[in-house]
């Protein structure tokens, strides 16, 4: 199935309405999972500007309806000003539902505000991480602010990042036409719209490992302010079957699953004592072979 028959939209709201629509209001994040195809183990703290943020929101409104809006990262729960940030979406009317992605660590010293301001709150609970209120705390906490309350377990990642360029052209569009980030991750940052979570960070993410940033990237996302956001321009973007050119650095859903463990622990990580040492060390060695073996038959 093609990228362009998988476009999600919700019809009956204006020309289109998106389903989903993801804001990363950190890039940093305070875990370091082995595999985080956002590589927010290996950025700078970093929080969008309150300012920006709602200048790309209402922005995007002209331009698409969506149905939920994404609040993630990074760790959103790292933004200093997380709350005022839940608050401007709401006023701005961008998207149906306001919706948070979080590991669930920093949960303790979130404050009522931060509950009153979300629809539904998404937990990733990581192996031997521990969610920073109990399950029964956080039930009676969506009851009582009146929020949809999920809790994943997130046992395992696909592991998506590579190192190499893939210069096998086919294989490339084979990555993007498969890719189920493509179909579901639209992403809004800095001004841009992707329709990749991933594909904002790669600039980042190639400069770190000391190779060129292709000049094609900058078509892998479209400008939102001005004339370039309009709803006809962001329908074409995503019926594009134009891979990304960070499609040449990325496995898609084609990599293979590797247990999701702790490069290391930093400050905010609470009670090192419930991480299983030994079965990172193994997972670690596991994710190595992986990255070697894509190396190896990229050559």
Known sequence: MAVSDMVSWVIGRGPAALAHLDYNVTEHCNLTCVGCDHDSPAAPPRMVDVETFRKDLVAFKSASR????????????????????????????????????????????????????????????????????????????????????????????????????????ARVARIYQTCTIAKNCHTLHEGRFYKCSVAPFFARRLTKLGQAVPQDIATDSIAIHGDGGDAARVQAYLKDTTPLAACRWCLGSTGQEMPNSQARLRPLQRRGDDINPPRFRRARRYAARLTAGVRRALR
């Open 66 to 169: 969506v149905r939920e809006l994404r609040i993630l990262g990074g760790e959103p729960l790292l933004h200093s000003r997380l709350v005022e940030l839940l608050q401007i979406a709401r006023s701005v009317g961008v998207a149906d539902k306001i919706v948070v992605f979080t590991n669930g660590v920093l949960l303790g010293r979130a404050p009522d505000g931060f509950f009153d301001a979300v629809d539904a709150l998404y937990i990733s609970k990581y192996p031997g991480v521990v969610v920073g209120l109990p399950r029964a705390e956080l039930v009676r906490k969506s009851r009582k602010h009146n929020f949809k309350l999920s809790i994943l377990n997130c046992d395992t990642f696909v592991e998506r990042l590579i190192d190499t360029e893939i210069t096998d052209k």
